[in-house]
């Protein structure tokens, strides 16, 4: 059974910086895709990055170059550093997996907040 389980979020002003973090079980990380996706309130869930089982990474144009997107094999825990962070980055922010049959599977989500 897979299970993301994600932590990190809360408040932090304009210009700081966060790390988000993704626990999975079920899964090893290290061979899979995990991607990070966000929420605000009232838009669409949007991808933000992604990180393959090869370890390529891509990042959406308005988080790249201040987001970072990594994993640690031995913790099977996979991060989204966020620096130079702006109100527009204030959003739930999901782990997300994918199996080889379109399953996806979410985390329960993490609040971030970016405000002075």
């Known amino acids: 059974q897979v299970q993301l389980v994600e932590s990190g979020g809360g408040l932090v002003q304009p210009g700081g910086s966060l790390t988000l973090s993704c626990a999975a079980s079920?899964?090893?990380?290290?061979?899979?895709?995990m991607r990070w996706y966000r929420q605000a309130p009232g838009k669409e869930r949007e991808l933000v990055a992604t990180?393959?089982?090869?370890?390529?990474?891509v990042y959406s144009a308005p988080v790249r170059g201040r987001f970072t997107i990594s994993r640690d094999n031995a913790k099977n825990t996979v991060y989204l550093q966020m620096n130079s962070l702006e109100p527009e980055d204030t959003a739930v922010y999901y782990c997300?997996?994918?199996?080889?049959?379109?399953?996806?599977?979410w985390g329960q989500g993490t609040q971030v907040t970016v405000s002075s």
């Open positions: 079920g899964i090893i990380v290290s061979i899979s895709t």
């Open positions: 990180i393959t089982s090869v370890g390529n990474r």
């Open positions: 997300n997996y994918r199996d080889g049959a379109l399953q996806d599977y």
